[in-house]
């Protein structure tokens, strides 16, 4: 009959395991959050420039936002309200001036924290806010 392994060696292998585990569902929630911050750009970057053709408010913009919610909350399910549209609209006009062609490599925080981010108007505080959140 084989030595049985021992206690230790049994909650070794399990906290081994459990730490894959963590380091993963870290991980995960990172990209899905990256994802959704670049979704969130990348969609204010087509209201401004397709819809708006690069103008800071198209005189039919709330129409059209209107519209827009209608067809993506009955395609897509919540999230896509005129507000939420009007506020990705605006992460796009706060940060398109600082982050490059590709905001990956730039977005560090999640959406919530942009959102808080964008209601301050002074770009040295804002800066300031962010290097603190990201620490």
Do not use: C, W
């Not at 459990?18 to 990348?42: C, D, G, H, P």
């Amino acid at each position: 009959m084989a030595d049985e392994p021992s206690s230790n060696t049994k909650t070794s292998l399990y906290n081994k395991i459990a730490s894959i585990l963590e380091e993963s569902r870290k991980f995960v929630a990172s990209t899905v959050n990256t994802a959704m911050v670049q979704t969130y750009f990348e969609i204010g970057r087509l209201i401004v420039e397709e819809e708006q053709h690069g103008n800071i408010r198209a005189e039919y913009g709330k129409e059209t936002l209107k519209k827009l919610s209608e067809k993506l909350t009955a395609n897509y399910g919540k999230g896509f309200s005129q507000r939420n549209l009007e506020q990705m609209r605006q992460f796009y006009l706060t940060y398109s001036t600082q982050i490059p062609q590709t905001p990956s490599a730039k977005f560090t925080l999640s959406y919530s924290h942009y959102l808080f981010l964008m209601r301050i108007d002074n770009l040295d505080e804002r800066k300031f806010y962010e290097i603190k959140l990201i620490i």
